[in-house]
């Protein structure tokens, strides 16, 4: 029998040979197609394993009934004028208004009610409830205030929102005590690229004015045309639960300030969780569990300024699409406080009709200056080639700040400085470095854990 013998160095070439073969013949470096697939160094992906979401801080402040608030009227809650809209389920609406001589006019096509109020008059509270499965409510342009109290009431529309509020002053949506409430658009109209002047309705929830959510009960939304709650002005949420368990687009997209004060937001959106395109957003109490699919969706986008996470709040982000960020400002971010909790699974995303734009994942990406003063911050970014934190510049001075990414742990960009003078600080670097950067460290508990690279 014929015996062939190789010599050491010949049978090394021969394996270095077959495993480069196996590498190339895996599939490549093709990010768009796997959001978890190789990043040219090693594995990287990240397990579902259902973290960072949790049950804590889930216990929302108690709020009186309706009955017991119409009794105690306050400076918050107006019940002097009372209108009462109830869906039939294919029945025309039931409608109680006493103020049609004061200006308030209220009519309906099928299941679709349109309220036209005269400037001027005051504020006016709407009492919600029924059921309708083809119908909406459409509030026409003015400049009252307006208070509505969601007393189990489900509107499903076919053609637009399902609440379209045209007029540009506040309103409080309440969510009453023990109710469940429910909201969705349809999918064929026309819920962008609005001509100037052109009514506009660009999400299940529309509103020209300011949103303001208050009581203890709870909220579904869901955005199958555009954004599910999409504001022309300010959002915020001081208590009750807002679901959004599906979103085309932007689970709540507001033109100005964000606050989050109480209450629960979840968010499942092919868009951002949650963006703003002027001012800041605060986040000082309550608890948010952004989750988002689409390609570049993020969790938490400030377009114009800064965002803020303070006090008891609870912020849970998963990310993942491609090129997603888990918080993303144009200037800065501050946190104080709270516990804040990111993971990213996506991979660099390359656009096919420009292969110059890239957009590679990460945590938090700032064009200018984190500040770290307090709380917990934990950032997990398994996904190929995902950083902990892409920034300008930055300072750590207490709290508590764990990372781990496939790529760097933080990245600061030229020109920039990361100073950490105190907190307990842990980054590990799968891949590369756990501060890419130039850093000052001057106290602090600090440990560093480069990767391979």
């Given at each position: 029998?014929?015996?062939?013998?190789?010599?050491?160095?010949?049978?090394?070439?021969i394996?270095?040979?077959?495993?480069?073969?196996?590498s190339?013949?895996?599939?490549?470096?093709?990010?768009?197609?796997?959001?978890?697939?190789?990043?040219g160094?090693?594995?990287c992906?990240?397990?579902?394993?259902g973290?960072?979401?949790d049950?804590?801080?889930?216990?929302?402040?108690?709020s009186?009934?309706?009955?017991?608030?119409?009794e105690?009227e306050?400076?918050?809650?107006?019940?002097?004028?009372?209108?009462?809209?109830?869906?039939?389920?294919?029945?025309?609406?039931?409608?109680?208004?006493?103020?049609?001589?004061d200006?308030?006019n209220?009519?309906?096509v099928?299941?679709?009610?349109?309220?036209?109020?005269?400037?001027?008059?005051?504020i006016?509270?709407f009492?919600?409830?029924g059921?309708t499965s083809?119908g909406?409510?459409?509030?026409?342009?003015d400049?009252?205030r307006?208070?509505?109290y969601?007393?189990?009431?489900?509107?499903?529309?076919?053609?637009?929102?399902?609440?379209n509020?045209?007029g540009?002053?506040h309103?409080?949506?309440?969510?009453?005590?023990?109710?469940?409430?429910?909201?969705?658009?349809?999918?064929n109209?026309?819920c962008s690229?609005?001509?100037?002047?052109?009514?506009?309705?660009?999400?299940a929830?529309?509103?020209?004015?300011k949103?303001?959510?208050?009581?203890?009960?709870?909220l579904?939304?869901?955005?199958?045309c555009?954004?599910?709650?999409?504001?022309?002005e300010?959002?915020e949420?001081?208590?009750?639960?807002i679901?959004?368990?599906e979103?085309?687009k932007?689970?709540?997209?507001?033109?100005?300030?964000?606050?989050?004060?109480?209450?629960?937001?979840?968010?499942?959106?092919?868009?951002?969780a949650?963006?703003?395109?002027?001012?800041?957003?605060?986040?000082v109490?309550?608890?948010?569990?952004?989750l988002?699919?689409?390609?570049?969706s993020?969790?938490?986008?400030?377009?114009?300024?800064?965002?803020?996470?303070?006090?008891?709040?609870?912020v849970?982000?998963?990310?993942k699409?491609?090129?997603?960020?888990?918080i993303k400002?144009?200037?800065?971010?501050?946190?104080?406080?709270g516990?804040?909790?990111?993971?990213?699974?996506?991979?660099?995303?390359?656009?096919?009709?420009?292969?110059?734009?890239?957009?590679t994942?990460?945590?938090?990406?700032?064009?200018?200056?984190?500040s770290?003063?307090?709380?917990?911050?934990?950032?997990k970014?398994?996904?190929?080639?995902a950083?902990?934190?892409?920034i300008?510049?930055g300072?750590i001075s207490?709290?508590?700040?764990?990372?781990?990414?496939d790529d760097?742990?933080?990245?600061v960009?030229?020109q920039?400085?990361l100073?950490?003078?105190g907190g307990?600080?842990?980054?590990k670097?799968?891949?590369?470095?756990?501060?890419?950067?130039e850093?000052d460290?001057t106290?602090?508990?600090?440990?560093?854990?480069?990767?391979?690279f």
């Amino acid at each position: 029998m014929l015996q062939l013998r190789f010599s050491p160095l010949f049978s090394f070439a021969i394996t270095l040979a077959l495993a480069v073969f196996l590498s190339c013949s895996s599939g490549g470096d093709n990010p768009d197609n796997n959001p978890n697939g190789p990043s040219g160094g090693g594995s990287c992906g990240g397990v579902d394993d259902g973290w960072p979401f949790d049950s804590s801080g889930e216990e929302l402040e108690p709020s009186p009934s309706l009955e017991s608030l119409m009794e105690q009227e306050d400076d918050i809650h107006h019940f002097s004028k009372v209108i009462y809209i109830k869906y039939k389920n294919g029945s025309d609406p039931e409608i109680d208004n006493d103020y049609e001589y004061d200006g308030v006019n209220i009519s309906y096509v099928g299941e679709n009610v349109t309220v036209m109020m005269r400037n001027g008059i005051g504020i006016y509270s709407f009492v919600l409830s029924g059921t309708t499965s083809n119908g909406s409510l459409l509030f026409t342009e003015d400049n009252n205030r307006k208070e509505l109290y969601l007393n189990g009431v489900s509107i499903t529309s076919s053609k637009g929102p399902a609440i379209n509020h045209q007029g540009n002053r506040h309103v409080l949506v309440h969510l009453v005590n023990g109710k469940s409430n429910y909201l969705a658009d349809g999918s064929n109209y026309k819920c962008s690229n609005f001509e100037e002047n052109e009514q506009q309705a660009k999400g299940a929830f529309f509103s020209e004015g300011k949103l303001e959510f208050e009581g203890s009960g709870s909220l579904e939304v869901k955005g199958k045309c555009n954004h599910a709650i999409a504001i022309d002005e300010d959002f915020e949420i001081n208590n009750g639960k807002i679901t959004i368990s599906e979103s085309v687009k932007d689970g709540i997209h507001a033109n100005k300030i964000v606050k989050v004060k109480g209450g629960i937001l979840d968010i499942k959106s092919t868009g951002d969780a949650i963006q703003n395109e002027k001012d800041s957003i605060k986040i000082v109490g309550g608890k948010i569990k952004a989750l988002t699919t689409g390609i570049k969706s993020h969790g938490i986008v400030n377009d114009s300024m800064g965002i803020l996470i303070d006090g008891d709040a609870i912020v849970q982000i998963s990310v993942k699409g491609n090129g997603s960020k888990g918080i993303k400002s144009a200037m800065w971010a501050e946190l104080k406080g709270g516990k804040t909790s990111i993971k990213v699974n996506g991979t660099k995303h390359i656009d096919p009709a420009d292969p110059e734009d890239e957009s590679t994942p990460a945590g938090i990406k700032l064009a200018d200056k984190l500040s770290i003063k307090g709380g917990e911050l934990t950032i997990k970014s398994p996904g190929c080639k995902a950083k902990g934190m892409n920034i300008a510049s930055g300072t750590i001075s207490a709290g508590n700040t764990n990372i781990e990414a496939d790529d760097d742990g933080i990245k600061v960009q030229p020109q920039g400085k990361l100073q950490i003078t105190g907190g307990t600080v842990y980054i590990k670097s799968a891949k590369k470095k756990a501060i890419d950067g130039e850093k000052d460290e001057t106290g602090g508990n600090v440990t560093l854990i480069d990767g391979g690279f």
